[in-house]
């Protein structure tokens, strides 16, 4: 307990891991969480244990105090560990993207510059109402990095994605569910039930298709599928334990008991 509280005041973002999902919460509200060197790499460790957890079903992130994050932080930005620090926050970045189970940002607030790029390598992200988004590297007199700009792309289209980078407007919240950079939105109220909803949803899937059917997913939207493989996968997937449990359960009407990968 005592080393739990050192972490939090330390402004540390902090990992909770049940028996199928796990919570990172970033953790400088005074600050309106931006990303500092120490977060970045104490995040990068964090989503490199959860890669290797075979019994997680999903990641939640949140942000604690009114916004989600004000983005990468500007003083290291500005100084001569800049090209060190930013490169480790696009690999962050990455990682997150790379996490085989499915991630979901709940943006409790608004959010600002790199942490953009953060809540796009999430799989969903869900809004409170009344949240803001901004993303202006241009003000700034600075480009981006090359997989923060192929996920705006991926995710949002090359016209969206030219109109938050080289305009740098800032954007309201119906604007965000309309582009599609928010799933969903939610009332302050509901906000934390719903995220709650969200895990104990996925938690209850199978854990082996979870994985697959996001590796396929991604892997076409990049445009680097092989068909035959995932064909492969879900033929062999037919006749598996988690498809024997799941068609069980179903007829049996009730929730099916998969196993961990």
Partial sequence: ??????????????????????????????????????????????????????????????ASGPSFSAGFDLDTLSSERAVECTAAFAAMCDLLEALPIPTVCGLNGNVYGGATDFALACDFRIGVEGCRLQMSPARLGIQYYHSGLRR??????????????????????????????????????????????????????????????????????????????????????????DAQEGLKAWSERRLPDFAAV
């Fill in 152 to 241: 705006y792309v991926e995710r949002l289209g090359l016209p969206e994605a030219k109109r938050l980078f080289l305009m740098g407007e800032q954007i309201d919240t119906a604007t965000m569910l309309r582009i599609g950079f928010l799933t969903e939105t939610c009332a302050p109220e509901r906000f934390e039930a719903r995220l709650e909803v969200v895990a104990g949803m996925l938690a209850q899937r199978s854990p082996a298709s979870l994985r697959g059917l996001k590796a396929s997913l991604n892997s076409i939207c990049r445009g680097t599928a092989d068909p035959a493989e995932i064909n492969a996968r879900f033929f062999k997937s037919l006749s598996c334990a």
């Fill in 1 to 62: 307990m005592d080393q739990e509280k050192a972490v939090e005041r330390s402004g540390l973002p902090t990992l909770r891991v049940s028996e199928t999902s796990a919570w990172i919460l970033l953790n400088r509200p005074q600050q309106h969480n931006r990303f500092e060197p120490a977060d970045i790499e104490a995040l990068s460790a964090m989503l490199r244990e959860l890669a290797g957890h075979k019994g997680l079903r999903v990641l939640i992130l949140t």
